[in-house]
């Protein structure tokens, strides 16, 4: 199945799903910490879906979508928040896609093995000098972003990166998302060294590559498929501000933070006339 929005009120989705059976386009609900998110079930109809999404975003109002509910005798059909539709591991999946899932879980094996003691920060980190820039170890350019320091780093990153990496994946596909690991790591990781040297670690500067990505995309191509409300932003905005005056409490690689956050916004403008597929 694919996202295709999620709703804060549950009338107005189950009204939009029940208009979109009447067009021969099967969708379902499931209940979300975010709201109620609306998935299309036969993927052969995205198209025609997604200018649907487009047309109820512009006139959720229209009488159309509460007659539909009348017509199709759940005109007062509620979800129950308190039960949810989907157990959390099935709800955690529907909202990953396998490279969201992959990262996760290749963040999880690594911190695992660091914990156990073995040498797997030495494998990965930057490269130490200068002077190896150019040797044939390139992984190091990205894979300081898979190694982190805490819980509560690794759990704070985690986060971010499903919300926002799986709905760049859903929407938009793996091979987007995976530009944006590659090209969002690996530039913040450089500069981060240049800022600070090469001990550090972390997907934050991938976080705020997607994080940018996503607010400029869809305040550039509303019908997108992406969200990100300003809250959020202005939140990870104000985290980077408090980072560079090292108010965190702990040390946080804020050129990676901002130079992702570069890398993002750039690549949600050259993207802004791009259709999703």
């Known amino acids: 199945m694919i996202q295709l929005l999620v709703l804060g009120d549950a009338r107005m989705a189950q009204a939009l799903v029940d208009y979109l059976a009447t067009l021969g386009i099967p969708c379902e609900l499931t209940q979300s910490e975010l709201g109620v998110s609306v998935w299309l079930a036969d993927e052969r ?12 975003l512009a006139e959720p109002n229209h009488p159309r979508y509460m007659e539909a509910s ?9 979800i129950d928040y308190s039960k949810g539709m989907t ?12 490279l969201t899932l992959v990262v996760i879980i290749a963040c999880l094996a690594i911190y695992a093995l660091d914990a156990i003691g073995l040498p797997i920060f030495d494998e990965l980190a930057f490269h ?28 704070f990153n ?8 799986g709905q760049i994946e859903q929407r938009l596909g793996s091979g987007k998302l995976f530009i944006l690991l590659i090209v969002g790591a ?17 997907l934050s500067g991938v976080v705020y590559a997607l994080l940018g990505y996503s ?20 939140f990870m905005l104000v985290w980077l501000v408090l980072g560079f005056f090292d108010m965190l409490g702990t040390p946080t690689a804020n050129m990676a933070h901002l130079v992702g956050l570069l890398v993002g916004l750039l690549q949600g403008w050259l993207d802004r006339h791009h259709r999703p597929a």
């Open 158 to 165: 985690l986060l971010w990166w499903w919300y926002l990496g």
């Open 70 to 78: 009348w017509q199709s005798g759940r005109a007062d059909a509620r």
């Open 87 to 98: 157990d959390p591991i099935t709800d955690f999946l529907h909202q990953a896609g396998p």
């Open 186 to 202: 690996a530039l913040p990781n450089i500069a981060e060294f240049f800022a600070s040297g090469p001990r550090f670690g972390g």
């Open 128 to 155: 130490p000098t200068l002077a190896q820039f150019t040797d044939w170890q390139a992984w190091r350019y990205v894979t300081p972003a898979f190694i982190h320091f805490s819980v509560l780093h690794l759990v």
């Open 45 to 56: 109809r995205l198209a025609q879906a997604q200018q649907e999404v487009k047309r109820f």
């Open 215 to 234: 607010w400029l995309r869809a305040r550039l191509q509303p019908d997108c498929g992406l969200a990100m409300p300003p809250a959020l932003m202005g």
